[in-house]
């Protein structure tokens, strides 16, 4: 080696040595300072002493121990950082993201303003949130969602036509929820109130994948942005009611009954808000935490599975027909509904290049279950096709949304039998949820749309 | 002869307090100046060095602050503070008790030797 080439050979193996360091969780910035301090000296001292500068950074590498041995003491020390934690202003991330993460929370938190102010708007109209219910139980999702979508369009820098997409089928949902003499008493608006924030929420979806609509890759994403999001407005709702609670109680314990902040401000507002917020968190943290969807559908899968075949062990053992009168369909369509839930969110999380196991086994065993079950109850409304039954949005709904769900999961199990005999790769039926996803759109705007005047809006 | 692993720990702390009450100084100088008192018995490695560092510190008995040596090269020093130093004198009471009851017992057997097997018998 020559002279000149020394110093800076050493520094590079500094620079390298740093970065194995700070690939350990246990090990920060910081730390690494101090270490590398610490491996200067000894190689000070070694190259006093005779060595090679090269030499010495070997050996005193070698003296410093395996970093394994090292972080382990230092988790010992610092185990909250075994603990990864959300960071809200960014402060921890590089010099390149703070900015980016601050102004993504500034434009998250007029989104959800936005949301929270759109909530009270109609109120200049003479609406209120407690006596016109049917109004905001129809268009509630209107408010809260299309700020949900602004932020997302805004953080894939969306292009022009797709925010003109996303503009016109908002409008239109609002033309959907407000333009059809319906009566707030009627089925068709409840069916209106189901169905729109469905195709609404499928419009989100258009600005989650604003940057590449068609990739079935990003569409996943979307499904398992769906499932966290869920998960957080939960986490939120359960957390808004305890403050409820608490700002009620504590108030009407000094004789101030704050009843209609409660129920015509925080709640609607809050949770609009929240609707965003959450987007919002899911957003911030999918790289932090695990994801929890995929969790759940683990823990639940083998018990959905063991509850599914138990319930038909039990229709062929008593020879009980199911009953299908009222709103029983709708049971099922939701255990469908379930049951499809249980099988994207564990496809969502699946490395699609691992081999078939018994887990995707146990898997089929609960959408051949919920199949089963399911084809029992049409044979049951088949029988009863004659006393008009589909005579009803509800009824005609209902019966859609079966038949939609059954294709789906016939499909899957097919392509779910031929994954595990190793005849297609898994990628076939991961394309085929994330291509089915437009079929949920287009029924939930059919009914939106088309069904009122077709039941002549009753 | 090597110093056991658990005598190592537990003398730790009071070896780090007692070194830094001599005045200010860094991780390296520190595990040098171990290695100089014990004649090079003491065991003591990075791992073990800095996580304590960083818990005394945590503590309140440490103090640190970054010095910029040598151009860019930047050093954690280390100084003891008044409960650091309140916790010394704690320490050295504990120590000086063990030791002098050790001491006791050792002066009515020394020198050490070991039994024969059977000595009883």
Request: overall charge negative; hydrophobic content about 50%; proline content about 5%.
């Amino acid at each position: 080696m020559t002279a000149p080439d020394g110093p800076q050979e050493l520094e590079a193996q500094f620079a390298q040595w740093r970065q194995y360091v700070l690939r350990r969780r246990e090990l920060q910035a910081v730390d690494a300072d101090e270490l590398e301090d610490h491996l200067r000296g000894s190689v000070d001292e070694l190259v006093a002493a005779g060595l090679s500068p090269d030499e010495a950074f070997l050996v005193a590498v070698k003296r410093m121990g395996s970093l394994d041995e090292l972080s382990r003491e230092f988790a010992r020390e610092h185990s909250e950082r075994l603990w990864k934690q959300l960071v809200l202003t960014g402060d921890s991330a590089g010099p390149a993201d703070g900015p980016r993460a601050r102004r993504d929370l500034w434009v998250m938190l007029a989104c959800a303003a936005g949301a929270l102010v759109s909530v009270k708007v109609p109120v200049l109209f003479g609406l209120s949130f407690g006596e016109d219910g049917a109004f905001y139980a129809r268009n509630f999702t209107l408010f809260a969602l299309p700020w949900l979508a602004a932020y997302l369009a805004w953080r894939r820098s969306a292009r022009r036509p797709v925010i003109a997409a996303l503009a016109v089928l908002f409008a239109l949902g609002a033309v959907a929820a407000n333009a059809y003499p319906l009566a707030d008493d009627s089925q068709s608006v409840v069916v209106t109130s189901v169905h729109l924030p469905i195709a609404l929420w499928l419009v989100v979806g258009l600005a989650y994948v604003a940057d590449d609509w068609r990739s079935s890759r990003r569409r996943m994403d979307f499904i398992r942005f769906t499932g966290e999001w869920f998960i957080y407005l939960v986490l939120m709702a359960l957390g808004g009611g305890v403050l409820a609670a608490f700002l009620f109680n504590t108030f009407a314990a000094i004789g101030i009954v704050p009843q209609e902040f409660v129920s015509q401000w925080l709640l609607p507002g809050g949770a609009a808000a929240a609707v965003v917020v959450a987007g919002w968190l899911v957003e911030a943290k999918q790289s932090v935490v695990e994801n929890i969807a995929p969790v759940l559908t683990r823990l639940f899968t083998p018990l959905f599975t063991a509850a599914l075949l138990a319930f038909l062990v039990a229709v062929v053992w008593t020879s009980h027909g199911i009953d299908v009168e009222r709103e029983a369909l709708l049971l099922f369509d939701l255990l469908l509904v379930v049951v499809l839930g249980l099988l994207l969110y564990s496809l969502s999380a699946r490395d699609p290049s691992a081999p078939p196991g018994p887990f995707d086994k146990l898997q089929l065993a609960l959408v051949v279950s919920a199949l089963a079950i399911d084809v029992l109850v049409l044979i049951e409304i088949t029988g009863r096709i004659t006393d008009d039954y589909g005579g009803t949005p509800n009824r005609a709904a209902a019966l859609g949304e079966n038949v939609i769900l059954l294709v789906n999961l016939a499909w899957s199990a097919w392509l779910l039998l031929t994954f595990i005999r190793r005849r297609t790769p898994f990628a076939a039926l991961e394309r085929w949820q994330t291509g089915y996803l437009p079929v949920y759109a287009a029924w939930a705007w059919i009914v939106v749309l088309v069904f009122p005047p077709l039941f002549g809006f009753a | 002869m090597k110093v056991a692993k658990d005598l190592v720990a537990a003398s730790a702390t009071p070896m780090v307090l007692g070194i830094l009450a001599e005045g200010e100084s860094y991780g390296y100088a520190i595990l040098r100046r171990i290695n100089e008192l014990s004649g090079g018995e003491l065991d003591w490695t990075e791992g073990l060095l800095y996580p304590l560092l960083h818990r005394l510190e945590r503590l309140s008995y440490l103090e640190s602050s970054w010095q910029s040596v040598a151009g860019e090269r930047k050093r954690k020093y280390y100084r003891i503070t008044d409960s650091g130093l309140a916790e010394l004198a704690e320490q050295r009471r504990q120590w000086d008790t063990v030791v002098g009851a050790l001491k006791e017992i050792w002066q009515d057997r020394a020198p050490l030797t070991v039994p024969p097997l059977g000595g009883l018998a």
